[in-house]
């Protein structure tokens, strides 16, 4: 009965260990689907029904093709997006996409200034305010921008087809990303827009630089009002695509 007894309460203890409070669970993805935003000169996502109904045999039977860029919607960007020889999508460790989540809100300035880009001074107040951004977190930049999902033209700052030269919308400064690469050594940056760099970038400089660090990006996230500014843990899992320069994203959170 000892024996029981301690097996049991090893059970408990293992059960208690893996279980998830669902109030903790953050969901920081956008559905996919035909109205999901994608790049400009991008194919988007479509859904392609094949069958759904009830069969001959009388149960139910559902199946779909689906198809789009591997840059729609909530999405990865492996670093071999803008970096040669670096990791492709599957080649990213997973422990590299698992980690402290920081938030740096810059809503406010992103709501006067459409292309603002975040900056050191950003950084330096929010370490100020929440201390040094730890060695292997994942910063995530929250401009407000989840508030046009849905609004292409809100969301892109134009919403003709093709059109790439006059994005406008809120990213990551240069500066800003050689800081976190060189002095804080992030394992992964994303944000609430379509790029980390800011609309009319031509040159996508931080894509650049952060996949010449091997980091990855993870752009059009949903949700990070929702986030605390430090204290979640952040889980951001793709498609594994083999020699994908990206991949659709399940990204979400365990809040603190």
């Given at each position: 009965m000892k024996t029981l007894a301690v097996?049991?309460?090893?059970?408990?203890?293992?059960?208690?260990?893996?279980?998830?409070?669902e109030k903790k669970l953050l969901d920081l993805t956008y559905a996919f689907s035909a109205e999901t935003h994608h790049w400009p000169t991008a194919k988007p996502f479509h859904f392609e029904k094949v069958a759904e109904g009830r069969t001959p045999g009388g149960f139910w039977y559902s199946s779909y093709n689906y198809g789009g860029s591997e840059h729609v919607g909530t999405?990865?960007?492996?670093?071999?997006?803008?970096?040669?020889?670096?990791?492709?999508?599957?080649?990213?460790?997973l422990s590299r996409l698992i980690?402290?989540?920081?938030?740096?809100?810059v809503s406010r300035q992103a709501g006067k200034n459409s292309d603002y880009k975040l900056q050191l001074s950003d950084i330096s107040a929010w370490e100020k305010a929440h201390g040094r951004i730890a060695t292997?977190?994942?910063?995530?930049?929250?401009?407000?921008?989840g508030k046009f999902w849905g609004d292409r033209?809100?969301?892109?700052?134009t919403d003709a087809?093709?059109?790439?030269?006059?994005?406008?919308?809120?990213?990551?400064?240069?500066?800003?990303a050689e800081f976190l690469v060189k002095q804080r050594h992030i394992k992964a940056v994303g944000i609430d827009t379509p790029s980390i760099d800011h609309g009319p970038s031509k040159d996508f400089v931080?894509?650049?630089?952060?996949?010449?660090?091997?980091?990855a990006i993870f752009e059009n996230v949903a949700s990070l009002a929702r986030?605390?500014?430090?204290?979640?843990?952040?889980?951001?899992?793709?498609?594994?695509?083999?020699?994908?320069?990206?991949?659709?994203?399940?990204?979400?959170?365990?809040l603190p």
């Open positions: 097996i049991t309460f090893a059970l408990m203890m293992a059960f208690s260990a893996h279980a998830l409070d999405h990865l960007d492996a670093p071999f997006h803008f970096a040669e020889g670096k990791w492709t999508t599957e080649q990213i460790p980690g402290p989540g920081v938030v740096i809100d292997g977190a994942i910063l995530l930049i929250r401009s407000g921008w033209k809100g969301y892109f700052g087809p093709g059109d790439i030269d006059n994005l406008h919308f809120p990213g990551l400064s240069k500066e800003a931080t894509h650049q630089l952060f996949g010449a660090a091997n980091v986030l605390p500014a430090k204290g979640a843990t952040i889980y951001a899992i793709p498609m594994k695509i083999k020699g994908g320069s990206g991949a659709p994203l399940r990204i979400f959170a365990v």
